[in-house]
């Protein structure tokens, strides 16, 4: 394929990504507000977040759709929506799981560290930003893509933040799912599927395929697409019965 048709592909797959996650986000906040019960505003967090981390590869694609290039104010916001949000959905799970399934006499310590966690990342973040991530160089007609520096110190705190929750997550459900039958059973499934999906995804696209692979643009749009899944599968297991 070429540069421009891959280009393409990446944000059509990134802005259909964030369409059908801000669907189903609002659909969850409509379930809080009908049944009152937190899950849902927990489900709407972690689907907001999703939809807001690609929102800023959405803006570039719409620019070059539009007008047929960037935009000169484009460049300097697509990172902020790329890596701000990670932790907040992550944490969103965590919680959703942890008052499931976890320990209450450990709960205080996880999440007081996930927490430590989470406040060094921004730190870092935002103190380091234009050292710690990468925005590709693009021609006309192209969208830009951004990933994480393997040196700077937000690539690994990002990887352990999204795996903490995965795994939290994983194993979590998995137990929950030993235990049930029928519906119950599936809806595990379904959510460790998730857990799995998004996890994955979420590394490749921020911190493994543009720190591993040059160039890494031919697997972007596959990424995205997978994300829609794992984020339809997340919604599908948590909506009412």
């Known amino acids: 394929m070429t540069i421009q048709i891959l280009s393409l592909l990446n944000g059509i797959s990134a802005f259909l990504l964030v369409c059908s996650t801000w669907i189903m986000a609002i659909i ?13 505003m927990i489900l709407f967090i972690f689907l907001a977040s999703i939809a807001l981390g690609w929102t800023g590869i959405t803006i570039t694609f719409l620019s070059v759709a539009i007008y047929g290039y960037n935009l000169p ?3 300097g916001v697509i990172s902020y929506f790329s ?3 990670v932790p907040v959905g992550a944490t969103a799970i965590i ?6 399934f976890g320990s209450p006499k450990s709960k205080k310590v996880i999440i007081g560290v996930y927490f430590c966690l989470m406040g ?3 730190i870092f973040l935002f103190t380091t930003f234009p050292q710690s991530v990468v925005l590709s160089e693009v021609s006309d007609g192209e969208i830009y893509d951004d990933w994480l520096d393997p040196t700077s110190i937000v690539y690994y705190l990002l990887i352990i933040q999204v795996s903490i929750a995965a795994i939290i997550t994983f194993i979590g459900f998995n137990k929950f799912r030993k235990m049930t039958a029928g519906d119950l059973k599936k809806r595990a499934g379904f959510i460790i599927l998730a857990s799995l999906i998004i996890g994955s995804c979420v590394l490749y696209d921020t911190v493994i395929l543009g720190s591993i ?9 596959i990424v995205r697409f997978s994300m829609i899944f794992g984020a339809f599968c997340a919604f599908w297991a948590m909506r009412p019965s």
Do not use: C, G, M
């Open 213 to 221: 692979i040059t160039p890494h643009e031919q697997f972007l749009f």
């Open 28 to 40: 969850a906040l409509k379930f809080y507000f009908k049944e009152k019960h937190n899950r849902y």
């Open 83 to 85: 890596y701000s949000t």
């Open 73 to 75: 104010w484009v460049k």
């Open 120 to 122: 060094l990342y921004y």
């Open 95 to 100: 919680f959703f799981t942890w008052d499931a």
